[in-house]
Nanobody, 121 residues
Framework: QVHLVESGGGLVQAGGSQRLSCAASGNFFRIETMNWYRQAPGQQRELVASVTRDENTCYVNSVKGRFTISRDNAENTVYLQMNSLKPEDTAVYYC???????????????WGQGTQVTVSS
């Protein structure tokens, strides 16, 4: 079982920056992929950024060049550095991870509770 706890959300002005973090804890063998999703009111949840264990990354087009995802495998933590924030970035941001509970287990998916990011005009 993996528990994901996000932190770093809050209110920021347009053009500002914010850094989200997500720390994984629990009984597991290894975390594989770590992602950030977001969901705005009335909208579907979308994948914002993803990073594999070997640090391949991908981003949704709307945040390319502004957001950076990174991870610290030793600390089982993923980060999302958000720069040049826009009001359209306002959403609840969710941490997501896949992890194996043993070396022979399949990787299962886990979600954090989410953290609110509000970008004001």
């Amino acid at each position: 079982q993996v528990h994901l706890v996000e932190s770093g959300g809050g209110l920021v002005q347009a053009g500002g920056s914010q850094r989200l973090s997500c720390a994984a804890s629990g009984n597991f063998f290894r975390i594989e992929t770590m992602n950030w999703y977001r969901q705005a009111p009335g909208q579907q949840r979308e994948l914002v950024a993803s990073v594999t264990r070997d640090e391949n990354t991908c981003y949704v087009n709307s945040v390319k060049g502004r957001f950076t995802i990174s991870r610290d495998n030793a600390e089982n933590t993923v980060y999302l550095q958000m720069n040049s924030l826009k009001p359209e970035d306002t959403a609840v941001y969710y941490c997501y991870a896949t992890a194996r509970t043993s070396p022979i287990s399949s990787a299962f998916q886990y979600w954090g509770q989410g953290t609110q990011v509000t970008v004001s005009s």
